[in-house]
């Protein structure tokens, strides 16, 4: 290729209608900034429109009667008029909720850290975790209803079953995969093992338990909804899964969909409240959560 053959090709790369003077991979990449963080809101709320349109129109061509796919309006309507009913379930299984991550943050990471110090506490104990991780909690729920003193300890025992475990798994393995060149680094100066553990691997397996933080908040609630379901409570102290149950003996419809889309939102909103802590505690170190130029 002659050199006004490349002179002419390089000018007709640079004034490419299409992405201007930006390279093509960057051209075709969302905005950053501003711009670029209501996109990403924008899109979705936009989509979530479209389909609440659509389904309004579905119900309203079709005539569908309300007790067997409410409008978007009559799931509005008793999610306004059963707002106190909900309110108070939603304030129950958030208790549980929340206090079976608590125990399982405790707990899992103190015995991912016994059994990163110890390898016979690990082949005691892990397959233990890993049996309680794969029996469905539908199977051992009964049982623990059995043997808890009371139904709400039952719930919060199957709730901290099922969080336990990704806790557990990924703060071990955090602490598993730190950097065998710094650790004989470490042992070279005469660090502790206590030394070794705060400096290097806890920091090492921050983002492994961030990880596991993310999954477990969404299983929690789903295991507390799902030990509701097998503990039938019912009265004062019920949660949102008793509301749907009872929603659906009575015909309920409306407020059973109003029940699914709060429990949905509480889900969102705690995924999103551990992704941030995942983001404050990583945006200044780690490779996952650091902003990039290109």
Known sequence: ?????????NGEIETRPDDGDMPVDLARRPPG??????LRFSVPVIMLFILVVFWQIYVTVNEVPHYILPSPGRVAQAFVEDWPILLGALWVTLKITFTALAIALVGGVALAI???QSKWI???LYPYAVILQVTPIVAIAPLI?????TT???????AWIVAFFPILSNTTQGL???DHNLLNLYELYGASRWQTLYYLQLPSALPYFLAGL???GGLALIAAVVAEFAAGTAGAGSGLAFRLLESQYRLNIPRLFAALVLLSLTGVVIFACTSMVSHLLLRKWHESAIRREN
């Open 1 to 9: 290729m002659t050199a006004v053959e490349m002179e002419k090709r």
């Open 33 to 38: 900034g501003l711009a670029g963080r209501l």
């Open 114 to 116: 016994l059994m990163a």
């Open 122 to 124: 690990e082949l005691a």
């Open 145 to 149: 209803l059995i043997y808890a003193p």
């Open 152 to 158: 709400q300890s039952a719930i919060l025992i199957c």
């Open 176 to 178: 598993r995969s730190t």
């Open 214 to 216: 993310k999954i477990a």
